[in-house]
């Protein structure tokens, strides 16, 4: 069975902090004597489901189009799902929040699932949620040294309420010597830790130059 682990992208997606998102606007129409239908889009690239690079935070980083092919493809037993427990206003993910499972140290996507998706569609969504802290970063890249994408069902691995922690964080897995490039606002809801995935696949918008972008993700279980 595949699944979508992103979500779709339209004018009610959320934005870290708030602020505009996607637009749509009508270029051409069948209706009104158009040849075809034709819309013209405008949007942050860090919305809806999206990866960063190290160009993000790093002026002399890597971005997209760095990347090959390869890169974005995770086969049998690379892509794994982690739960953590956190309470209401747990604001930062610690290694204590991590629920007691097995771990598999030679993943290469790592999915840490808060559960903060059922907010999606509401403000705390995007201005009150859990983000990464510098210690359970530091765990992360300790523990999983093949990892080459990290991703969580939150709107950014920065917490809103702690940004100075989050752009540290974020300097911290996108190092362009070993980058760890962050997955945000991914759609894990019918995933588990018990998930078993025999390939995953992360599809990015290649935009030259850029400092990163929104990604179609399909997993097949």
Do not use: C
Not at 5 to 32: C, M, R, V
Not at 111 to 130: A, D, L, Q, S, V
Not at 146 to 157: A, F, Q
């Amino acid at each position: 069975m595949h699944r979508f682990l992103s979500y779709e992208i339209n004018p009610d997606t959320p934005i870290y902090g708030g602020g505009d998102g996607f637009l749509l606007k009508t270029a051409n129409s069948i209706k009104k004597g158009d040849s075809a239908n034709t819309q013209t889009w405008k949007f942050p690239n860090h919305l809806g489901t999206h990866v960063d690079v190290p160009y993000h935070f790093y002026g002399d980083g890597q971005t997209i189009d760095f990347f090959s092919p390869d890169f974005w493809v995770f086969n049998r037993k690379k892509s794994q799902v982690l739960e953590v427990d956190l309470k209401e206003n747990d604001f930062l993910i610690k290694p204590g929040h991590v629920k007691k499972q097995d771990i598999n140290r030679d993943v290469e996507f790592l999915m840490i699932k808060t559960g903060f998706g059922r907010y999606r569609n509401m403000e705390k969504y995007y201005k009150y949620n859990p983000g990464l802290s510098l210690e359970i970063s530091d765990w992360i890249i300790e523990k999983f040294r093949k990892l080459r994408i990290l991703g969580i069902d939150s709107i950014s691995i920065s917490s809103w309420q702690h940004r100075d922690i989050g752009r540290q964080v974020h300097k911290k897995m996108l190092n362009p010597k070993k980058p760890i490039l962050p997955v945000e606002d991914m759609n894990l809801s019918d995933v588990s830790h018990s998930t078993a995935f025999k390939k995953v696949v992360v599809a990015p918008l290649i935009i030259t130059k850029s400092d990163g972008g929104p990604v179609t993700i399909i997993a097949e279980e």
